[in-house]
């Protein structure tokens, strides 16, 4: 049996993407990477989190402008 999440909380998503907590706070914020939401949790997919890395190598995150929102 395959024991990988498939979804990560956004703490656990900063983790995984060595992206800082706040940072990744800001991003959901924006809308730039897309959530269920659970209540108050916020859950992301991890092939969305490797798109969104994928599509925003060298950019900024901390410049909302230029990061790119993955669909």
């Known amino acids: 049996m395959n024991t ?3 979804g990560m909380t ?3 998503a900063a983790e995984y993407t060595g ?3 706040n940072t990744m706070r800001k ?3 924006w809308e730039k990477v897309p959530t269920l939401k659970i ?6 997919r991890r092939d969305t989190l ?3 890395m994928s599509i925003n190598q060298g950019k900024n995150l901390l410049i909302r ?7």
């Open 39 to 44: 209540g108050r949790k916020s859950i992301i």
């Open 27 to 29: 991003l959901v914020e």
């Open 50 to 52: 490797e798109r969104f």
């Open 19 to 21: 992206i800082g907590r």
């Open 10 to 12: 956004i703490e656990e």
């Open 65 to 71: 402008e230029d990061v790119r929102r993955v669909e």
């Open 4 to 6: 990988a999440k498939i």
